[in-house]
């Protein structure tokens, strides 16, 4: 909460329903199929995102398979 310069989220995947995406789900491929922030569809990455946001921490980098990058940049911008 306190002394974070900025997160990485390392090894990341993509929200549920991403077609080319390896091993997409959010949070339980179960029970969750889509999720909405102010009426944006967002998977683990905005979930996170969302918490840093709230607790003033940037997210400097998001790894993962093509879909998580193109999911992170467009939640995120290209920053």
């Known amino acids: 909460e306190q002394g974070c310069d900025a997160a990485l989220f390392i090894g990341m995947h993509a929200m549920a329903g991403a077609a ?5 789900h959010t949070v339980s491929s179960e029970a969750w199929h889509s999720l909405t922030f102010n009426g944006v569809l967002v998977g ?3 979930i996170n995102a969302a918490l840093c946001g709230h607790f003033g921490c940037p997210v400097a980098l998001v790894t993962g398979d093509t879909a998580t990058c193109r999911e992170a940049r467009d939640l995120l911008g290209d920053g």
């Not at 080319?20 to 997409?24: A, E, I, N, R, Y």
């Open 20 to 24: 080319d995406g390896v091993l997409s």
């Open 44 to 46: 683990e990455t905005g």
